[in-house]
């Protein structure tokens, strides 16, 4: 059955807006996700795990309820990446010896968004250990990316991303310590925020294998990493990160041309490649053409060779949980004050840039959307402007926000050609810390002005 008021596009906000009215019931608004999923999933493979019949049944019993003013997103139908806890279904971070392993209880962020009045339908794919700009594993298999399947979707929220592109859903929740939210929302051309860090509880998304007392896994959150939504427009993305805070976000409007922007295209060691500078060049003489205000140097920008290297060190102590590393080295407990240290300095710096500037533009990724490969990205090369550079070279880019914990939107600003395929493109708007509603705004302003 079709429904005109919940096309594969309709937003998070726009289907609860229908539900409310009575003008779809919540049971006509999951079942018309779990039809775009039959209809859609099967080329790019975005779901992991679905929920259907759980989700279903919830929805008649909240048609049964009255409805409820005080959840914004009562009645949507939603995934959210795998690596989350939700009761009864498998968490395997892309582990085969985990796939019979179903969680105990909900993750915090799970039980936020139900709260919220939020139907969750399914898991969506990831790589192994979320560790790559890919998503595949040996469990659920390879996703591909909507607008060309030769390609990925990014990672290690892909499944996340091309859930949202595809039109299966209008909203998720993923993970981003290396760009895990912005570069997949980049390649897909959706809208992803990467929430500042500690914004949005983590607590039960923790590596499977980690013993649980209680149905309780004791696990600190990661430094780094955050939780963050992917959707289609700006508005889904600001109640998604209000719904998952666990702390009233202020809204400090002011105009975009109003604004003093600080637009970054060129770091040391970081090229990027015509495809993504192209599009985002244009994207700025738009803006320039529109009378916003955008220098693009700055002394005040922070070394960021200097902190991309504490920012990688950190990075891989914190996904190994203090494992030696490739040289046989542990880090030591000076190791880690020495980074805690540097972070502190870096997020000094970037204070200091902010009180001249109100938000800082970049490319999420040094490339487009990359050809599949059996290899990870960052253990291989980039192609880029026709020579190969580390794969690891395009968390500069990402760890730009990640190492001092700032909010940072990505919004679609256009296309590019990137190895003979034309794909999206996406730019990152980086705010202040706690400044994610205002980032969110500043990046749908920039959207208007580009697409109208």
Aim: aromatic fraction near 6%.
């Amino acid at each position: 059955m079709a429904y005109p008021q919940l096309t594969d596009k309709a937003g998070a906000l726009a289907t609860a807006l229908a539900v409310r009215t009575r003008k779809i019931s919540v049971a006509e608004a999951v079942d018309a996700a779990i039809t775009r999923a039959g209809r859609l999933d099967g080329e790019i493979d975005a779901l992991a795990v679905t929920d259907f019949e759980r989700a279903c049944q919830t929805a008649k019993a909240m048609d049964a309820a009255p409805r409820r003013l005080d959840q914004p997103l009562f009645g949507v139908p939603m995934t959210i990446k795998e690596s989350f806890d939700v009761a009864g279904l498998p968490t395997t971070f892309g582990h085969p010896q985990f796939k019979d392993q179903t969680a105990p209880k909900d993750a915090a962020l799970v039980r936020r968004l139900k709260a919220a009045g939020a139907i969750i339908i399914g898991k969506t794919n990831v790589p192994v250990d979320l560790t790559d700009w890919q998503s595949f594993n040996p469990v659920y298999g390879r996703t591909r990316n909507p607008h060309d399947p030769e390609r990925s979707p990014g990672g290690s929220s892909g499944g996340s991303a091309a859930a949202v592109a595809a039109g299966i859903v209008s909203c998720d929740y993923g993970t981003d310590i290396g760009g895990s939210v912005r570069v997949p929302a980049h390649f897909c051309g959706v809208w992803g925020h990467k929430t500042t860090w500690g914004l949005v509880p983590k607590h039960g998304h923790d590596y499977p294998g980690m013993s649980r007392q209680e149905g309780f896994v004791a696990a600190a959150d990661s430094p780094l990493s955050i939780a963050g939504p992917l959707a289609r427009n700006a508005p889904d993305l600001a109640v998604l990160v209000e719904v998952g805070a666990e702390v009233p976000l202020r809204r400090r409007p002011k105009p975009l041309a109003e604004c003093r922007l600080l637009a970054i295209t060129d770091l040391p060691g970081a090229p990027v490649d015509a495809s993504v500078l192209e599009p985002t060049e244009a994207a700025l003489e738009t803006l320039a053409r529109a009378g916003v205000r955008i220098d693009r140097t700055s002394p005040l920008l922070p070394d960021q060779a200097r902190h991309y290297r504490s920012y990688v060190r950190m990075m891989n102590i914190t996904m190994a949980r203090g494992a030696p590393a490739p040289d046989g080295k542990r880090a030591s407990a000076t190791d880690w004050f020495d980074l805690m240290d540097a972070q502190a300095a870096c997020m000094a710096e970037w204070e200091a840039l902010f009180a001249e500037y109100d938000f800082v533009l970049a490319p999420p990724a040094p490339v487009l959307a990359v050809p599949h490969s059996d290899a990870a990205v960052f253990r291989g090369t980039l192609s880029i402007n026709g020579a190969d550079a580390p794969g690891g070279s395009g968390l500069v880019w990402s760890g730009m926000a990640t190492f001092p914990g700032l909010p940072s939107t990505v919004l679609p600003i256009g296309s590019g050609t990137y190895l003979g395929a034309e794909l999206p493109c996406g730019m990152q708007v980086i705010g202040p810390r706690l400044r994610d509603l205002d980032c969110i705004a500043a990046a749908e302003a920039i959207g208007k002005l580009l697409h109208g």
